[in-house]
């Protein structure tokens, strides 16, 4: 029965080198990622915030009025926007 391979005992692992350069870079600082938010989105996401109770009621009177089945589409204002992005 052979346990190990002959030519595989002293084999260099091929990722050894890339693997001790790695490590050899860890000492330097590492790059890290930023996000910079511009004073625009910022002021769109504190507006959607102060209109979230209003939105939420807004939704809630759409939910009742579709389980009660007095929610009406009117077919023509939906045609309207639909075709632009047809053509």
Do not use: C
């Not at 109770?53 to 939910?63: H, T």
């Not at 077919?75 to 992005?85: H, T």
């Amino acid at each position: 029965m052979k346990i190990n391979e002959t030519q595989r005992i002293g084999a260099v692992n091929p990722y050894q080198k890339q693997n001790e350069q790695q490590t050899g870079n860890a000492g330097r600082k590492r790059k890290t990622d930023e996000v910079q938010i511009s004073a625009e989105a910022q002021e769109m996401l504190s507006s959607s915030r102060v209109n979230g109770a209003e939105r939420a009621k807004l939704i809630n009177e759409l939910k009742q009025s579709v389980r009660s089945g007095t929610y009406h589409v009117e077919a023509g204002k939906i045609a309207e926007k639909l075709l632009p992005f047809l053509k």
